[in-house]
């Protein structure tokens, strides 16, 4: 299994960017993905998670980025994306792409997801 992210950048407050997750070797379907992050010294938290399956509606935001972010899929490519926009500096971080395949659904706890990319940087500044 591979994940492997892209997008991450530096940007200016109330600025946009797309983050994509491209993700390979998981035979199991569907299966779970979702955006989380990490700040040095401080817990992962979720950014956004959804089922990889287009008909799936029931995406789960982070109350943080509610409204300002949305989680896609191309299943033709298996990429999964993040769409950050309005960013504040509190949104500066390392973004990780990561999914399990193990629940019927998707788990809250970044501990149940197996499978992890390898982050990228997110920074936020003037």
């Known amino acids: 299994v591979e994940l492997v992210e892209s997008g991450g950048r530096s940007v200016q407050p109330g600025g946009s960017l797309r983050l994509s997750c491209v993700v390979s070797?998981?035979?199991?379907?569907?299966?779970?993905v979702g955006w989380l992050r990490q700040v040095p010294g401080e817990q992962r938290e979720t950014v956004a998670r959804r089922l990889h399956t287009s008909t799936y509606k029931n995406m789960y935001y982070h109350d943080s980025v509610k409204g300002r972010s949305s989680i896609s899929l191309d299943e033709s490519t298996n990429t999964l994306n993040l769409q950050l926009d309005r960013l504040q500096p509190e949104d500066a971080a390392v973004y990780y792409c990561?999914?399990?395949?193990?629940?019927?659904?998707?788990?809250?706890?970044?501990?149940?997801?197996?499978?992890w990319g390898q982050g990228t940087q997110v920074t936020v500044a003037s």
């Open positions: 070797g998981i035979d199991h379907r569907p299966y779970c």
């Open positions: 990561a999914a399990t395949s193990k629940y019927f659904g998707c788990p809250p706890d970044s501990a149940s997801y197996p499978y």
